[in-house]
């Protein structure tokens, strides 16, 4: 028995519960007379809803299948291999499963060396290998095929990427190595640090081509025969495959120079795994292959015994299981069918809501306003974005004037409302604007009609408190840009019945919103964290700290942006509401700032302005801060905030505004961008220590987010 299989039987042996990939290997005669060819297909056995993974044993069927397609190409009795995946899949790289399991260092070595050891035979055949990316590729998917001598790629291919950086790892099966000595250093990093980096982005069939990946391009319908009918032209010598030379002089250090920039502006340092792949991608400029195997081994086995990594995984858990099945949420038997949408209001935030209640549901959405003038404008922004979806080729013309004449928009809520099934409001944030607004929707709707509230920080409860049926009034918190951000707060008053709470969140999956059930307390989840820790650098930037001090603070937790850049974003003013919302809730931890307030009465959108392209305090809000003599380190303003944050967690579990520390995480990702790296924020308090001197005790068990003891 060799070495590898030695190595993948103890590996299988760790991990009992691995969804096994069969290797299949098939022969034929291949079309032009080119000869006699053998086809291996990954496959699960599942369908494409489950996407083929490799784990220790599905490792060693490839392995088996290669032993056997060695020996046939040694004696001559085929002229070269092809690799495929099942059905819309190719492969989707390691099983994160097993990774997850691994406490030993020398086991998580030897998953490295494993992938290699197999991945490597494909490039030492006694002939041609060739991958066709039929389907999803990606990690270890899209590294198997770089192993082989040629790869053609589907047209239809959705998402192909080399995700390991975003979850904090490296391409460790030969991708660091392979794909700069492919494509160059400048397009590698773009695949590896830029897109892992930029929230996992995904390359399409033709990117995949275009950047000189694939060999060749083919529609998906005869993906396959079309790539066999290129096979034996390339086998036969008809066609001569060019590709680039690679400039391996100032080129390929400017373009790792890059990716430390790129990494430097999303991470500040915070995170290995970009750093840990570029050291790679710089040291494969010789081109000596083994030597980058080795360190994508070393790479992968640090990382995988550090936290980052176990952070990334249960992050990416988070987002992927737990945000499609929402803890808490009632029987979705009880949910109501909706058929037609109401949305009070027509500013930008309604008008965001309408379009998106549009093109999921694709049911009528009426909004309405208290003048012509507003309605119009709603109505008319709903329009032009579906434009804009037209003029992209998202959609065809059919389905554009399908989707424009849905949407209408009417004065009079009795004539809009009256056969609505689901209504939004998303007016004032002001508690007697809000109750006015749905005494006048409830006495015109049908009574099964859900009333959903887009507060961001007022009662739910006190809402519907004078309303003759509040348990049909839920909270349906969305964050802005809607179209982007996919958390959606579901908040359960005091008196919503199960199903309007069943409703919402049938209408939530629909709308493809990663749902969290929260209880009814001041500002949600979101909101709430997010103004204790605005607030706690608030605190110190009056009371003395400067300001780029209080900013730089917080960069190792590698946030999307700054806390005051934040601030912009939201908006001064929303943000001082909030404030004052929590500060009459919990006057002892919120503080309202005079200086913000201040700031927003001299009608300032933001601390900065960026008269040289990055962001500098703007002298006249530099005129208007006074503050105190009391001036913080960076480490003691981080210690302030962390300690405020984790404190406000604490009691927000304690309070049960959500069921685990787990939804805090997934709602910190889904609806404020925080990192995965992080595991949003709780294993980072953890990790960091500042959970026990808060709380005293960590938020997490040992083993989720971080190296099982």
């Known amino acids: 028995m060799s070495t590898t299989a030695e ?6 042996e760790l991990f009992p519960d691995e969804v096994v990939t069969s290797a299949h290997v098939r022969h034929f005669d291949l079309p032009q007379g080119a000869g006699r060819f053998a086809l291996i297909t990954l496959d699960n056995g599942h369908d494409h809803t489950k996407p083929t993974t490799f784990g220790p044993a599905s490792l060693a069927n490839l392995n088996a299948a290669i032993d056997q397609v060695e020996k046939e190409a040694a004696d001559g009795g085929i ?36 992938g290699h050891e197999v991945f490597k035979r494909l490039s030492k055949l006694a002939v041609p290998t060739f991958a066709y990316y039929n389907g999803a590729a990606m990690g270890g998917g899209v590294e198997v095929g ?61 990117q995949v081509y275009e950047l000189g990946i694939a060999d060749a391009i083919f529609e998906g319908a005869d993906f396959l025969e079309q790539s066999l009918i290129w096979t034996a032209s390339v086998l036969k010598g008809e066609l001569e495959i060019e590709r680039p030379v690679i400039d391996r002089g100032e080129a390929w250090d400017q373009a790792v ?44 086995a640090d990382l995988i015994m550090g936290g980052e990594l176990r952070a990334g995984i249960y992050a990416f858990n988070l987002v992927q299981k737990r945000g499609k099945r929402p803890a808490g949420a009632p029987d979705k038997n009880l949910a109501r069918p909706v058929t037609k949408v109401g949305v009070v209001g027509a500013g930008l935030m309604a008008s965001q809501l309408a379009l998106l209640f549009l093109r999921r549901l694709e049911v009528p959405v009426v909004l309405t306003d208290i003048d012509q003038e507003r309605v119009d404008k709603g109505v008319g922004y709903v329009h032009a974005e579906i434009d804009k979806l037209l003029g992209k080729g998202r959609i065809n013309q059919d389905k554009a004037n399908r989707l424009k004449a849905l949407v209408t928009g009417v004065l009079d809520k009795a004539e809009g409302f009256a056969d609505a099934d689901f209504i939004i409001e998303a007016v004032f944030e002001k508690m007697g604007v809000k109750q006015k607004v749905f005494a006048e929707v409830e006495a015109v709707a049908p009574a099964h009609a859900i009333l959903a509230t887009n507060t961001s920080s007022l009662s739910v409860s006190e809402m519907a408190s004078k309303l003759k049926h509040p348990e049909r009034v839920v909270g349906f918190h969305f964050f802005n840009p809607v179209a982007v951000l996919p958390l959606l707060e579901i908040v359960r008053g005091e ?24 209880k009814d307390a001041p500002a949600f989840v979101v909101n709430r964290i997010l103004t204790r820790f605005m607030g706690e650098i608030q605190n110190v930037i009056d009371e003395g700290t400067p ?118 995480d997934l709602c910190l990702i889904t609806g404020a961008g925080w990192p995965f790296h992080l595991g949003g924020i709780t294993p980072y308090l953890d990790r960091e220590g500042v959970s026990e001197r808060v709380n005293g005790k960590k938020f997490l068990a040992p083993g989720v987010a971080s190296v099982p003891a």
């Open 547 to 664: 300001v780029e001090v209080a900013e730089k603070a917080v960069e190792p937790l590698g946030l999307p942006m700054s806390p005051l850049v934040l601030l912009e974003l939201v908006g001064p003013a929303i943000g001082l509401h909030v404030s004052e919302t929590l500060n009459r809730a919990f006057p002892d931890r919120f503080t309202v700032s005079p200086n913000l307030k201040a700031v927003v009465e001299a009608g300032k959108r933001g601390f900065y302005v960026y008269d040289s392209g990055k962001p500098e305090l703007d002298p006249e809000v530099a005129a208007l801060l006074k503050q105190g003599d009391s001036v913080l380190t960076e480490e003691q303003v981080r210690d302030r905030v962390l300690d405020a944050v984790a404190q406000e967690i604490g009691l927000m579990l304690d309070e049960g505004v959500v069921a685990e520390a787990q939804d805090i």
């Open 257 to 300: 120079a890059k990716g430390r920039f790129i990494a430097d502006s999303k991470v500040h340092g915070a995170a290995p795994a970009a750093y840990r792949a570029l050291d790679i991608i710089a040291a494969a400029k010789n081109g000596d292959l083994q030597q980058g195997y080795d360190a994508e081994d070393k790479a992968l």
């Open 79 to 114: 002229v070269g291999v092809g690799i495929t995946g099942k059905p819309f899949i190719f492969a989707v790289g390691a099983d994160l499963k097993g990774v997850e399991i691994l406490k030993e260092y020398e086991h998580a070595l030897a998953i490295g060396k494993g």
């Open 495 to 518: 008196q919503t019945d199960d199903a309007s709470l069943a409703t919402a969140f049938g209408v939530a999956k629909k709308l493809k919103k990663t749902a969290v059930l929260v």
């Open 146 to 206: 770089l192993h082989c001598t040629y790869r053609t790629v589907s047209a239809a291919l959705p998402a192909f990427s080399l995700p390991e950086v975003f979850l904090g790892l490296v391409p460790g099966w030969g991708g660091c190595t392979l794909l700069p000595n492919l494509i160059g250093p400048e397009k590698a990093v773009s695949v590896i640090i830029e897109n892992s980096l930029n929230q996992n982005k995904q390359l399409k069939g033709k």
């Open 7 to 12: 190595l993948l039987k103890q590996a299988s």
